[in-house]
């Protein structure tokens, strides 16, 4: 059985209200005491309840982070930058993935406030375009910062990669490498940052003066598969890219593997360009170029904002809305 203030009040023969005092750092109680308690709570393995603890001080103590996957690369290490700050500030973190699916999110945010939360840093799914889950947490008063993915029309901090720069310096570094057919596979056609990456694409296009081929642009779903996709778009040798700027690195990695099969050289046949940085860049052969745009430091920004707003702090308007700049790390696959 789980360890309580009682049992230690128990143990001490003191009062519990007086190891509750200890435990929190009642001022009223003296150093000694202190110690004695914790040392005590030490030896039992007594473990704070912060979910009561929360319900009686109603200050929790935790953050809320919900992304759309744990397992990317990216949000991997988004949520290392957010919970260094979070640590610092003496607060945990319960984080949450909506997997890409609006219903997950919104149930995922009715669990967070159900625990609580203080705060919630959110980056909303590819199917997000209902916002009024976004809605309940300020009818809560829980603050939130919209992160990397944000929603139109609410006036909370937010903190965004300059996508629009990145697609168009990807694509950029193409026509500088001497590229002339350059596609485009991208994410989902309704998720904010896959169209200004997409328009970042043509706008490079444009400035270049360089034609768009409508058959080189294909978006694409988290949860399709995309080898059919990237085998119709290189079947025809005298018609197919030579040049392929992606959304994501996970979907250019899957293009150098299929046109690998396809007997297709990378990067001789096909330059390929993905975006994010990510551990795989390094992992498959050739090695990626990829678009970064810092994502430890986005998540550092994200969690220091959402506690300027806890704490009701005023916000200046420069960085209540943080972007940040992109660029483009080369590597053989686009040499």
């Known amino acids: 059985m789980a360890i309580t203030i009682k049992d230690i009040a128990t143990a001490l023969k003191i009062s519990p209200s007086t190891v509750s005092r200890a435990l929190n750092d009642h001022p009223n109680i003296s150093e000694e005491t202190k110690k004695v308690v914790a040392e005590k709570a030490k030896e039992m393995k007594y473990q704070t309840n912060f979910i009561a603890a929360g319900l009686r001080t109603k200050k929790s103590n935790s953050i809320g982070i919900l992304v759309p996957h744990i397992t990317s690369s990216f949000f991997a ?161 005298k018609n197919s890219p030579d040049a392929l700027f992606t959304f994501s690195d996970e979907l250019a990695v899957e293009a150098i593997l ?21 551990n795989l860049c390094e992992i498959v052969e050739p090695h990626l170029t990829s678009v970064t745009h810092e994502p430890i430091e986005m998540g550092e920004a994200a969690a220091e904002l959402l506690f300027k707003v806890i704490q009701k702090r005023h916000i200046p308007p420069h960085l209540r809305n943080r972007k940040f700049d992109s660029r483009v790390i080369i590597r053989d696959s686009s040499r």
């Open 77 to 237: 290490s988004a949520i290392d930058g957010i919970q260094k700050v979070v640590t610092d500030q003496g607060y945990f973190t319960i984080i949450c993935q909506s997997n890409e699916i609006y219903h997950n999110e919104v149930d995922q945010i009715k669990s967070l406030l159900s625990c609580k939360v203080e705060g919630v840093i959110l980056s909303i799914s590819s199917e997000t375009n209902d916002y009024e889950h976004l809605e309940t947490l300020e009818a809560y008063d829980t603050p939130f910062v919209l992160f990397d993915r944000v929603a139109p029309g609410f006036d909370m901090p937010t903190v965004e990669a300059n996508d629009f720069t990145g697609g168009f310096q990807a694509v950029e570094h193409l026509i500088k490498r001497g590229r002339k057919r350059i596609a485009h596979l991208g994410g989902p056609d309704k998720l904010g940052i896959s169209k200004r990456r997409y328009e970042g694409y043509l706008e490079a296009l444009k400035t270049y003066a360089y034609e768009m081929n409508e058959d080189f642009v294909v978006f694409t779903n988290p949860d399709e598969t995309h080898e059919g996709i990237i085998e119709d778009m290189f079947k025809d040798p």
């Open 258 to 278: 299929k046109l690998k099969k396809m007997g297709l050289n990378v990067p001789r046949d096909v330059s390929v360009v993905g975006f994010g940085n990510s």
